[in-house]
T-cell receptor, first 114, second 109 residues
């Protein structure tokens, strides 16, 4: 089946630094990818829709200048958490649809800001 | 926006059947999904319903009633490995998936 690969799986960074997370569709082209954030024992909250070749669409309450999304090709979307703070520590997950019926998720990235 | 409700927790015995209900209110509807998520891992796809009725897939079945804004996931012949969180998600016309809070299922021997 289709595979979405996310990298890195986990990262620890110092407060104030930036972290880039990559999401790749390995065997299909994804014109649209979605980024989610999940805090412990909570459900997935959508952050933004990443559109190939155009600006991302952010959900209400998500700071677009803090969470930079770039979808430069049909197989790669990146999320950069800028000037990370401890409250940004979370599980970040990307997903992409193949056709109409299935959304595949990346493995997720566990971000810890110290 | 979407409003998706599902029970927080359920417990069942190995070999039994469990039904997880999901109700939703949406401004647009383009399919309902069920996902399984183990702690610390990404969700994995279980089922998709866009038309009313029952979709069966091995031990897992999912039902949808669009007029009632209702779905359920049925897990049969429960195994210990089925202990996980089960997420109900609704897709709108923009292909955005909104998730319920998840139902934690605990399977006991």
């Amino acid at each position: 089946g289709a595979v979405v690969s996310q990298h890195p799986s986990w990262v620890i960074c110092k407060s104030g630094t930036s972290v880039k997370i990559e999401c790749r569709s390995l065997d299909f082209q994804a014109t649209t990818m979605f980024w989610y954030r999940q805090f412990p024992k909570q459900s997935l909250m959508m952050m933004a829709t990443s559109n190939e070749g155009s600006k991302a669409t952010y959900e209400q309450g998500v700071e677009k200048d803090k969470f930079l999304i770039n979808h430069a090709s049909l197989t790669l979307s990146t999320l950069t958490v800028t000037s990370a703070h401890p409250e940004d520590s979370s599980f970040y997950i990307c997903s992409a649809f193949t056709g109409n019926t299935e959304a595949f998720f990346g493995q997720g990235t566990r971000l810890t800001v110290v | 926006g979407q409003n998706i409700d599902q029970p927080t927790e359920m417990t069942a015995t190995e070999g039994a059947i469990v039904q997880i209900n999901c109700t939703y209110q949406t401004s647009g509807f383009n399919g309902l999904f069920w996902y399984q998520q183990h702690a610390g891992e990404a969700p994995t796809f279980l089922s998709y319903n866009v038309l009313d009725g029952l979709e069966e897939k091995g031990r897992f079945s999912s039902f949808l009633s669009r007029s009632k804004g209702y779905s359920y996931l049925l897990l049969k012949e429960l195994q210990m490995k089925d202990s996980a969180s089960y997420l109900c998600a609704v897709r709108d016309g923009d292909y955005k998936l909104s998730f319920g809070a998840g139902t934690t299922v605990t399977v006991r021997a």
